[in-house]
């Protein structure tokens, strides 16, 4: 994606030395005949009769520099990366499928509808599970949905906003290399706008599983760590299934964090399958948005509903699991929202 932001630069390099010679060859023009050409004007304005010297080559000039400046400040705000800042947050030298790869944006300008994306790329020479070469992981907490009335817009506004974190979970059969990662900011509808910002990273998957983690014995410390955080993880996913589904790419950073043997061993075998189930379900519903080929009531109605039961089964099978009063209610608006009884 390297040449992505050569393409960019060049284009703005273009724009701002056409303005610039436009607005000098204007003012050279100009400036040995300031008053001559403002008799000039003012003969033409008056309704007088022009001098000698041709008063329309005189506006041509005048033209020429507004126009150059023009150009000039309509290229500005692609030229202020430096407001934008973004990176693969907390990068490791190599990552396995089932990882999630994090990432991190601000952007310190102005927002009126923005959102925040990340182009995920093919390493060179491969094919993405999804079949194309890219895939766009947008921020789903700054973003509208296509289902809700007023479009697909960003949802962030203000000046100089908190910094965002979003994630990329590796999925089955993901190709080994280096991914190019292109993040960018826009504002207003998606597809429509131009870019504010971007900035480039990458990350690099290696081949095989994740490396086997030496066992150790868990203290009781960490056990109570790991369901706190998995237990806020699910309230905060349940949450997202209140109201327009809207979220795209359901972020699992807690769950994800540990390997299989070591949730198994932690959470024990009944509570481990109950929310591997869970996770299964909304692991099959971000692979669905990661296709990159828009989206269909048809079958994203089917995913959901297959989340929420899952959220529904866990809550009622593991005890620990209810963190907040209100659960039993955002489940039942869970339901009513994809057509449960």
């Given at each position: 994606?390297?040449?992505?932001?050569?393409?960019?630069?060049?284009?703005?390099?273009?724009?701002?030395?056409?303005?610039?010679?436009?607005?000098?060859?204007?003012?050279?023009?100009?400036?040995?005949?300031?008053?001559?050409?403002?008799?000039?004007?003012?003969?033409?304005?008056?309704?007088?009769?022009?001098?000698?010297?041709?008063?329309?080559?005189?506006?041509?000039?005048?033209?020429?520099?507004?126009?150059?400046?023009?150009?000039?400040?309509?290229?500005?705000?692609?030229?202020?990366?430096?407001?934008?800042?973004a990176e693969v947050l907390e990068k490791k030298s190599g990552y396995h499928e089932g990882d999630t790869v994090r990432f991190w944006a601000q952007?310190?300008?102005?927002?009126?509808k923005g959102y925040f994306l990340a182009e995920v790329n093919a390493p060179p020479g491969t094919i993405l599970p999804n079949g194309g070469q890219?895939?766009?992981?947008?921020?789903?907490?700054?973003?509208?949905?296509?289902?809700?009335?007023?479009?697909?817009?960003?949802?962030?506004?203000?000046?100089?906003?908190?910094?965002?974190?979003?994630?990329?979970?590796?999925?089955?059969?993901?190709?080994?290399?280096?991914?190019?990662?292109?993040?960018?900011?826009?504002?207003?509808?998606?597809?429509?706008?131009?870019?504010?910002?971007?900035?480039?990273?990458?990350?690099?998957?290696?081949?095989?599983?994740?490396?086997?983690?030496?066992?150790?014995?868990?203290?009781?410390?960490?056990?109570?760590?790991?369901?706190?955080?998995?237990?806020?993880?699910?309230?905060?996913?349940?949450?997202?299934?209140?109201?327009?589904?809207?979220?795209?790419?359901?972020?699992?950073?807690?769950?994800?964090?540990?390997?299989?043997?070591?949730?198994?061993?932690?959470?024990?075998?009944?509570?481990?399958?109950?929310?591997?189930?869970?996770?299964?379900?909304?692991?099959?519903?971000?692979?669905?948005?990661?296709?990159?080929?828009?989206?269909?009531?048809?079958?994203?109605?089917?995913?959901?509903?297959?989340?929420?039961?899952?959220?529904?089964?866990?809550?009622?099978?593991?005890?620990?699991?209810?963190?907040?009063?209100?659960?039993?209610?955002?489940?039942?608006?869970?339901?009513?929202?994809?057509?449960?009884?």
């Amino acid at each position: 994606m390297a040449w992505n932001s050569v393409r960019r630069n060049a284009r703005s390099l273009v724009k701002w030395a056409a303005g610039t010679a436009a607005s000098t060859i204007g003012f050279l023009e100009i400036a040995p005949r300031y008053e001559q050409w403002k008799a000039s004007v003012w003969s033409l304005t008056s309704g007088l009769a022009p001098s000698a010297e041709n008063v329309w080559w005189d506006l041509i000039r005048v033209a020429l520099v507004v126009i150059g400046v023009s150009i000039i400040l309509s290229d500005i705000p692609s030229r202020i990366k430096k407001n934008f800042k973004a990176e693969v947050l907390e990068k490791k030298s190599g990552y396995h499928e089932g990882d999630t790869v994090r990432f991190w944006a601000q952007y310190a300008g102005r927002l009126d509808k923005g959102y925040f994306l990340a182009e995920v790329n093919a390493p060179p020479g491969t094919i993405l599970p999804n079949g194309g070469q890219k895939v766009q992981v947008i921020d789903p907490t700054t973003y509208h949905s296509p289902l809700v009335d007023h479009g697909r817009m960003g949802r962030v506004s203000g000046t100089n906003t908190p910094p965002r974190e979003w994630g990329f979970q590796i999925p089955s059969n993901y190709p080994t290399g280096k991914s190019q990662v292109v993040f960018e900011v826009w504002d207003g509808e998606f597809g429509k706008a131009k870019p504010l910002g971007w900035k480039e990273d990458f990350f690099v998957v290696e081949s095989g599983g994740r490396p086997a983690e030496q066992p150790t014995e868990i203290t009781n410390r960490e056990k109570e760590d790991f369901k706190n955080s998995v237990a806020a993880e699910i309230y905060f996913l349940l949450k997202m299934f209140v109201g327009p589904l809207h979220h795209w790419n359901l972020d699992c950073r807690s769950w994800s964090s540990k390997a299989e043997q070591s949730k198994a061993a932690i959470l024990g075998k009944e509570d481990y399958l109950v929310l591997r189930s869970l996770y299964d379900a909304i692991e099959e519903r971000n692979r669905y948005f990661a296709r990159g080929s828009g989206m269909s009531v048809a079958e994203i109605d089917p995913l959901n509903r297959t989340c929420v039961e899952a959220f529904s089964q866990a809550y009622s099978e593991v005890t620990w699991l209810k963190i907040s009063s209100d659960t039993d209610a955002l489940l039942s608006k869970a339901r009513k929202e994809v057509g449960l009884p």
